[in-house]
């Protein structure tokens, strides 16, 4: 029941995300299909992958720990099963949405704005989550900053995080199909197999 919910809930904010990229008129990109394939590929890769890696080593580092998925937890908790899915629809939207953010000229201000995008995404999304259930989070961030929907702790790893994102995307755009076979197979090897 759960797990159907939540696909149910992924579906109705790509149609979210999709409807506002029409009404602002992000026609282009809405035709790039392929774009659209590279960017959730990329991301189902990329946000498992990157949780696993940070959640370590914020463990490490601090002996705590900074999030815990409370949905189909997998690899300590660092994240999900149904993470390729909820970081697929992610990408959509830095599809959709990012273009004018990788137009910013100083990079760190193009990175910090991404990054605080990242993080009011991950607000919205947990939170409307947690409305809709009644107090169940999707993951639970230990520090009480933004009432553990996130963190604002997280800007430092996001800050690399969208550098990554918008080169990974950036390069790899030249062979968006082998390019989305290839991340798609790399999730599923991470989140299912190991």
Do not use: C
Not at 40 to 62: K, Q
Not at 148 to 171: C, D, E, G, N, Q
Request: aromatic share 22%; hydrophobic share 50%.
């Amino acid at each position: 029941m759960e797990y159907s919910f939540f696909l149910v809930y992924l579906g109705i904010v790509a149609a979210v995300i999709y409807g506002f990229a029409y009404l602002f008129k992000h026609h282009t990109q809405l035709k790039d299909y392929k774009g659209a394939l590279l960017a959730f590929s990329f991301m189902a890769m990329f946000g498992p992958v990157g949780e696993i890696l940070v959640g370590n080593t914020y463990h490490l580092l601090t002996g705590t720990y900074l999030w815990q998925y409370q949905i189909y937890p997998i690899h300590g908790g660092y994240t999900s099963l149904i993470a390729p899915a909820m970081w697929g629809v992610s990408g959509l939207y830095i599809h959709l949405f990012w273009g004018r953010i990788g137009q910013i000229g100083y990079r760190l201000v193009r990175y910090t704005v991404a990054s605080a995008d990242i993080i009011a995404g991950e607000v919205m999304f947990n939170g409307l989550y947690f409305l809709l259930t009644g107090g169940k989070y999707v993951f639970y961030y230990q520090p009480p900053d933004l009432l553990h929907f996130s963190s604002l702790l997280t800007i430092p790893f996001y800050i690399v995080a969208a550098f990554a994102i918008m080169r990974a995307l950036k390069y790899s755009a030249a062979h968006k199909r082998f390019y989305s076979v290839l991340f798609l197979f790399v999730s599923v090897v991470v989140v299912y197999l190991i």
